[in-house]
């Protein structure tokens, strides 16, 4: 008895203290986004540091472990806290005297790899773990024992430690930098949004933008992604947060289960490559570019609207083929609810400041910032406004309080996020380094080159295949982190522009989330659906068939890069819109009306050569299109829904 309460008290001081330190975890993250960035050592090292102790301790509060098993994740979680703050305080002699660590300094090295590599096992699964410990023996042990061309220099215990943990490079290099700077603070703006109300308007608007067409429901669950997608980033957080509102309504209406789990999945992991915030990736790829955010967001826009256009075409066919109905009338929110400036203005001004501050090119550290800012004082002027113009003086107190409490549940959402964010980026960061300073990236990149006989068609191919496969098990970050490492400068080296090349690669590993065997997006919206992983998977390759070939336009048909003159942005992106609607309708089997299989094949063509670049290909196909869509005019109409809904529909 005595020792379940001892450790029921355990578990509640846990909690406690991992509340307090994740909600100074995002506090600490807004004030140096305001205050300024300390010195490298000590911000990266404060950063990674409360990310890598509380990643332990969410395991001894959320993990269900008790007993012995709690009080190792609590001492593990000690040691995670320890390694890194012991950089930050040695910050001026770790910099000021390279080559003479102590004994100390190389036992918390190998102690801060250990808990780096556990932490992200815990965070993320086995295979970018397992990748990074596999590249760290590589690089320690592997001139002993590999031999020939794949050999890598000879590295010392110094040298190791050196490079990976006592110095601003690897697990304290760019990538944790970018954390701390950037990503962070958007982390946080994205947990207060949601926190204070904001997954409740997304849904409204996105009704009220969609629901009156042709597979409406489907159709609110894609725009209500990408709004929710353009301020988390995440696939799987859009996923949690969305699935069990827009899954069952969209079963109601006549979708199947594991088909409505798909749109969900499929839009979700869009949301990644929405402007303005994007994936996390994306900062990174603004850093490793060295251009401005602002040049990364105004190249993603139109993909972003091709990726969602894909979706939305492909349920406003299904519907259309299935006779799902519009919503009706009743069903609409109405404008007014959405313009009300007691709970809509909130969360339309802080995103609208962002969007121009980031278009005026400043930092996106202190677009974030500003917009946290923004968001925090606008609800405490409005709440308070609302209440005194109600009568409701005597609320006020009992509204603020309310409100503080969204405000912490915010801001610990947040730390415990960002927590996990810097455990992948140090745990990335590893196998980067092993990479670049064993030379295997080089050799890797020869490798691809040679099998391709340095063709590019063949070397994009090889490119999207490697993206895809790196991230069956890793969220898109570290699968664009590692494919960029190894195939960006085998793209760029064959004529690509950079960006052009890092969006390509950035795409990919977006829709890895929803390519089986391994998706986690998929996974996660067939567990709210009940239904079968394999079906759910199946139905998001169909839906996503267009948005295969759209990466390959960046490099074919650079327009929606916003790339070259307006005419030219113009006709690429009318051109790949035809394109992506045809090879919808063509999976579909409905365009303007009931596709055979003949005529299936026959759309398929005519989107196969509209995706081709050139101008022959482009009249031929938009000839073809137009001829089916006069011989479907001419045709007697037929009912898109002859089935109309049969209860089979209506099954697993």
Known sequence: MADGTTDSWLGKSTAFSLRIILIGFALFQLYTSFAGMMEPLVQRGLFLGLGLGSVFLLSAVEGGSKGARRILDIVLALAGYYVCFHVALNNQRL?????????????????????VLEAARRTIGWFLPLLALTGLLYFYLGSAYVSGPWQPP?????????????STETIFG?????????????????????STGATEIFIKLATLIAGRSWGGQAKVCTASSALFGTVTGSAVANVMALGPITIPTMHRAGYTKSY?????????????????????????????????????????????????LTIWFSVGFRARKMNIRPLDRSEMPSARELLDPYTALPMYLPVGVLIGMLAMDLTPTLAGATAVAMLVVTQVILRGAKCLAEGRAHELGATYSEYLGQVLEGLYDAGRAIAMIAVLLACAAIVVKVLTATGVGVKVSSLILSLSGENLVFVLILTAVLAILLGMDVPTTASYILAAAVAAPIVIKL????????????????????????CASVFAAASIAKVNFWKVGGHAVVLAIGLYLIPFLFIFRTGVLMEGSWLQIAYDTGITSIAIIAITAASTGYFFGPLNWPLRIFVYGAAALLFYPAAWSDIV????????????????????????????????
Do not use: C, W
């Open 95 to 115: 910099s000021d005297f390279i080559g003479e660590l102590s004994t100390l300094d190389l036992a918390l090295g190998f102690i801060a790899l250990a808990l």
């Open 154 to 166: 000879r590295v010392s215990t110094l040298t190791l430690i050196e490079t990976t943990y006592a």
């Open 174 to 194: 760019y990538m944790v930098d970018m954390g701390t700077r950037v990503i962070a603070v958007f982390i946080i703006f994205g947990a207060l949004l949601l």
């Open 260 to 308: 409505a789990a798909a749109i969900e999945a499929v839009a979700s992991a869009g949301g990644q490559i929405m402007p303005p915030v994007m994936g996390a990736g994306a900062f990174i790829m603004a850093e490793m570019l060295d251009i401005p955010y602002s040049s990364v967001v105004g190249a993603a826009l139109i993909p972003a609207i091709l990726y969602f």
């Open 495 to 518: 004529g690509v522009a950079p960006l052009n090349a890092h969006l390509f690669i950035f795409y990919f590993a977006i829709l890895s989330a929803i390519t089986p065997p391994v």
């Open 621 to 652: 196909g938009l000839i073809m299109i137009a001829a089916l869509a006069g011989v479907s005019h001419f045709r007697e109409p037929r009912s898109a829904g002859a089935a109309q809904r049969q209860p089979a529909d209506l099954k697993l």
